[in-house]
């Protein structure tokens, strides 16, 4: 049996479906809405977002953060004026914020700084929960926070030097898991410890 390699089949099914779409009632397609200063966001330049469990949309501004929930928006006091950089959200739930003074976790409606803050600026660019604890990469290198103690990590030198993005990858064992895990590359040899 020969076979139809002129394109007919691929064009009918791709008419059939622009025709499908064409004819949806706008209401059936996904809304979208513009969000801005009159609606109460702190500031315009919005390096973060994150949604919560509970259905809130956090998003982090360079004058403070807020939560967007059920077409309403509305300022986070807890966090103040912070100068948001970074938003995760950790497996129980609570809320990491990663700022140019340090990092936050808010559970509810209050946050609680568990590393650096306005006495012992630390900037940080972003926040990974992962199962062995919270890493932070901030300007002065990679952090692992468990409870409320933050702990230095030796990274490679670029993190302390740039380093800006944090990633959870499944590789490695032991030292050389922790190094993947926190998303900040390989170990490199020479520096594996078993």
Do not use: K
Not at 70 to 93: E, K, S
Not at 155 to 184: F, H, I, N, Q, V
């Amino acid at each position: 049996m020969a076979r139809d390699r002129s394109g007919r089949g691929v064009r009918y099914a791709c008419a059939l479906t622009l025709l499908a779409a064409s004819s949806l009632p706008v209401s059936a397609q996904l809304p979208f809405e513009v969000i801005g200063l009159g609606e109460g966001l702190p500031q315009s330049q919005l390096p973060a977002m994150a949604q919560a469990r509970d259905g809130f949309l956090w998003i982090g501004t360079v004058a403070g953060v807020a939560r967007w929930r059920d077409r309403g928006l509305a300022p986070f006091p807890a966090a103040g004026t912070a100068r948001c950089r970074a938003i995760a959200r950790d497996a129980n739930g609570r809320i990491w914020l990663g700022t140019e003074e340090g990092v936050l976790r808010c559970a509810d409606d209050s946050c609680v700084s568990v590393l650096g803050g306005p006495q012992r600026p630390v900037t940080t660019f972003d926040v990974l929960p992962t199962a062995r604890g919270t890493h932070a990469a901030t300007d002065g290198g990679l952090y692992r926070i468990e409870g409320s103690a933050a702990a230095f990590e030796e990274g490679p030198p670029a993190l302390g030097d740039g380093g800006r993005a944090l990633a959870e990858t499944p590789e490695g064992s032991g030292s050389a898991r922790r190094r993947a895990a926190s998303g900040y590359g390989p170990a490199r040899s020479g520096n594996r410890s078993r």
